[in-house]
Structures are given as C-alpha cells and as structure tokens.
Nanobody, 126 residues
Framework: QVQLVESGGGLVQAGGSLRLSCATSGRTFSSYTMGCMGWFRQAPGKEREFVAVISRSGVDTFYADSVKGRFTVSRDNAKDMMYLQMDALKPEDTAVYYC????????????????WGQGTQVTVSS
C-alpha cells in the first residue's frame, strides 16, 4: 500500500508563490516504476480536477492548460517526495490540493488513481 501526506498550503496574495510537498511511503509505490504521481485540486462547488502529473521515472510531465507555465511538478526519489511549485498564483487557483499515486501508466483522470493524500488548503486573495 501507499501512504501520502501533503503540506505547504496557506494564504497568499495574487501573484505570489507557494510550494506544496507530498511525502510518500510504501513498498508498492517503490516497486512499480511504470506508474505516476499527480496533483489535483477541488474548489468549493466544483469537481476535482487535474493539475499536474509526473512519471515514476521523473522524465515525463504533463500540466493542465490552466496552470501551464506557472506550476512545476518535480520529485526527489531519494527522499520519496513530490513537489508542486506554484508561481504567479491567481484567485482562481484557490482550492484544496491533493497528491495521488497511480500504480500503472500516466493519467489525468482522478478515478484512475489508486491512492490519495488528505489534501492541503491553498487560498489566493486578490
């Protein structure tokens, strides 16, 4: 099994930056090299939506159009950590952010991910 814990959320003004962290653990996650790790977010009254994904190898990344050029996903395999660097934040980015693990393949669909963290709140004021 895989466990995930997000941190780094908070309150920032529009145009500011935050870096979210996701600590992972579990033998299953470490064993599957063909899977990926993703970031998702859910705003009040909205469905959970894809933000970014990175392959287990760390070579391949993909971003939602709404965050492309502003957000950067990365990972540190030595520390079993994944990060989401968020720059030029907008009020529209306000949401609860979740990290997730998919054991096989790449995907931007929430229902295709196998494990989820508890979420961390990001609030961007204008």
């Amino acid at each position: 099994q895989v466990q995930l814990v997000e941190s780094g959320g908070g309150l920032v003004q529009a145009g500011g930056s935050l870096r979210l962290s996701c600590a992972t653990s579990g033998r299953t996650f470490s064993s599957y090299t063909m899977g990926c790790m993703g970031w998702f977010r859910q705003a009040p009254g909205k469905e959970r939506e894809f933000v970014a994904v990175i392959s287990r190898s760390g070579v391949d990344t993909f971003y939602a159009d709404s965050v492309k050029g502003r957000f950067t996903v990365s990972r540190d395999n030595a520390k079993d950590m994944m990060y989401l660097q968020m720059d030029a934040l907008k009020p529209e980015d306000t949401a609860v952010y979740y990290c997730a693990v998919r054991l096989y393949g790449m995907s931007y669909k929430p229902r295709e991910y196998d494990y989820w963290g508890q979420g961390t709140q990001v609030t961007v004021s204008s």
